[in-house]
C-alpha cells in the first residue's frame, strides 16, 4: 500500500489536473442528464429512451467517486502545499462535499424501493438543492483551477536585463526517467551540503533573492539535437559553491534531481566553469516543468545528461559517484563532440 501511494504521489501536479478534467467531464453529463430526465418536453420526446438515459445518468453517478478515492490518496502532499493558502483550502472542502453529496443522496435515490420513500424524498430534495447551489460553483473551480494547477505560482521571478543574441534556435525534446515532477512556491527548497563549511536550504523566495546572471549558450543532446542561442538567467554555480565553502577534501559535486531518482556529477574544476549555472529562467520565461524547472544545470560545454533537471540539492563529497545515465552505458567523458 505505501509503494502503490508513493508511485501515485508522483507527478502528482499532472494527476490533479487530470482529475479537475475528469470531474468537469464527470459534472457536466450529469448535468446535461439529469436536467433531460426531469424536464417534461424532454420526457415526451425522449420516451423509452428516457430508460437508458436514466441508467447512463446513475452509471456516471457511482463513477463519480473514483476520481473523489482517487484525490484523497493524494490529498496528503496537496493539502501540505496549501497550507497558506486558506481560499484554496476551502474550495477544495466544498467541491469534496459537493460530490460526496451528489454521491450520496443520489445512491439513496437510485435505491428508492429499499430504502423507503421518507428516505428518497429527502434524498431528492438533498440532490436538487446542491445541483442548482453547487453546479455552477463546481464547474467554476474545475475550470479556473487546472490552469492554477498546471503552472505553480512562478510570478514572482523578475528577469535581469536580456543579452543582445538571446532567443532560442531549435527545438527541445523531452526525455525523462520518471513522470515529469510538479514543485511550486510552496513545496519546492534548495539544498547545499555535504563538505561544505555552510549548508543551506533555501525556500523558493529566498532562493530567488540571491544575485543572478545570464547567459547565452547552445544546448546539446548526446542523441544528436541541439537548440542554439539559449538565453539562461540564474546563479553561477561556482558562486554557489563559494557561498558554501568547499571543504579541502571534497572532490567531486553531486547533483540531484526533484524526481527522486536522477543523480549526476562535475569535478569541482568542471563545476567552477565560468558558463555552469543553476538557471531558473530560459529565454526570459520561468523554465516550464517539462525542461527542467523551477530550476536546473546547464553546463553548455558537456552534453545535457549532465545539465541535471529538477534540479534541488547540491552535495560536495569526498569519492566518486556514477550518474544515472553513465550506470546505464553513457561516457563518463560528456564533453560536446568528445563521447
Known sequence: MKGMLERLRKGYGKKLVALHTWNGWIVVILALTGLLLVGGFWRGLLGEGRVWLKWLHIAVGVASILPVIYYLLLAGKHWKQLRQKPWQRFNVLVVLALLLGWFGSGVLLWQFKAVGPRVSNTALTVHDLLTWIGLPYIIYHSLTRTKWLKEPARRSIKPEARPVGGGAQGHFRVYTVTDIPSFSNENWSFTIDGLVNNKFKWSWEDFLKLKRKV?????????????????????????????????????????????????????????????????????????????????????????????????????????????????????????????
Open 215 to 339: 547567459q547565452v549558450s547552445d544546448f546539446h543532446c548526446v542523441t544528436g539535437w541541439s537548440v542554439y542561442n539559449n538565453t539562461w538567467e540564474g546563479i553561477p554555480l561556482r558562486e554557489l559553491l563559494q557561498k558554501a565553502g568547499v571543504k579541502p577534501n571534497a572532490k567531486t559535486v553531486k547533483f540531484y534531481s526533484g524526481d527522486g531518482v536522477y543523480t549526476d556529477t562535475l569535478t569541482l574544476d568542471q563545476a567552477n566553469m565560468d558558463d555552469c549555472m543553476v538557471a531558473v529562467m530560459h529565454d526570459g520565461k520561468p523554465i516550464p516543468s517539462d525542461l527542467g524547472g523551477l530550476v536546473r544545470l546547464i553546463v553548455p560545454k558537456m552534453y545535457a545528461y549532465r545539465s541535471v533537471k529538477w534540479l534541488n540539492r547540491i552535495e560536495l563529497i569526498e569519492g566518486e559517484h556514477v550518474g544515472y545515465w553513465e550506470q546505464r552505458g553513457y561516457s563518463n567523458d560528456a564533453w560536446v563532440g568528445m563521447s
